[in-house]
């Protein structure tokens, strides 16, 4: 039977639990098991990886066509629904941003692609119910705070492009779509917000490929925390610095293309270069 409690014995159990989420949150950054949490070796890698791994994407993507574009086709429609928002919120300044940001927050997205090619791999059923198999994983807490870290990553460009559009041709906003984009190709103050923007963008891309290309394939392959699976990514970037700079590019020029017309062609883009990218993992990361 249910007892009131006295505030003491209620404090004590609050405390505990506080302790257990405290502990919860320092194993998903340092290492779900201190005996499994080794630091993996990295290995270098050419150009022909990079086609061998974007090719055996494609061939994932093949295999399980239909439950990828079941499962991608969420993001053209969450696309849709912000470019609706602002236009109608007269946001209109934060359309290529928000457009271009996809690109900080597209590891989050193809966390369920990751678990796909890793069960293809091993010879188990993949389907898009297993892609989400991880939220059930242990490793399921230390990915959740390394999405949350890029999620952040994303608002905080936001902000930036929203600081440089006040600094070059704000802080009016536009009148109409045809007159931003009249001023932004017209007029000096237009070009050098281009000229920021893409550099103030290209900075923030670069930090998101190094702390994730491998990062959240490997937290999904191995009981490893935060702290290793970004460390051996910053690890895999030094170690190959000309071949992810070239896969920067192919991301970078695929989910651009990818986002025309209306981000339709992300259904296909994005599970190609997701699959592709646990592939990457696989040639990068020693076993």
Known sequence: MDTIRNPIEWGMDKLREAGTAMETAGGSIHGINSEAAVHPAVRRIGLADLRDALKKGADDFAAYRTDVIFLCIIYPVISAVLIQTVFHQGMLPLLFPLAAGFAL????????????????????????????????????????????????????????????????????????????????????AGWTMIILGMSVGGLF??????????????????????????????????????????????????????SIPAFLGLVIVLPVLGHATWHLYRKVVAD
């Open 105 to 188: 927050v597209g590891p989050v997205a193809a966390i369920g692609l990751y678990e796909m090619s890793r069960r293809r791999e091993r010879g188990l059923q993949a389907n898009w119910v297993s892609a989400f198999a991880m939220i059930r994983a242990p490793s399921f807490g230390p990915i959740l705070v390394l999405a949350v870290i890029l999620v952040l990553l994303f608002l905080l460009w936001l902000a930036a492009a929203q600081v440089i559009y006040l600094a070059t041709l704000g802080p009016a906003l536009p009148t109409s779509l045809t007159a931003f984009v009249s001023d932004v190709l017209t007029t000096e």
């Open 205 to 258: 891309a670069a930090v998101v490929l190094t702390i994730s290309v491998v990062s959240f394939p490997l937290l999904i392959d191995r009981p490893v925390g935060v702290a290793i699976a970004v460390g051996t990514s910053l690890r895999a970037v030094a170690a190959n610095p000309g071949p992810m700079l070239v896969w920067g590019l192919i991301v970078a020029g695929g989910l651009l293309l990818g």
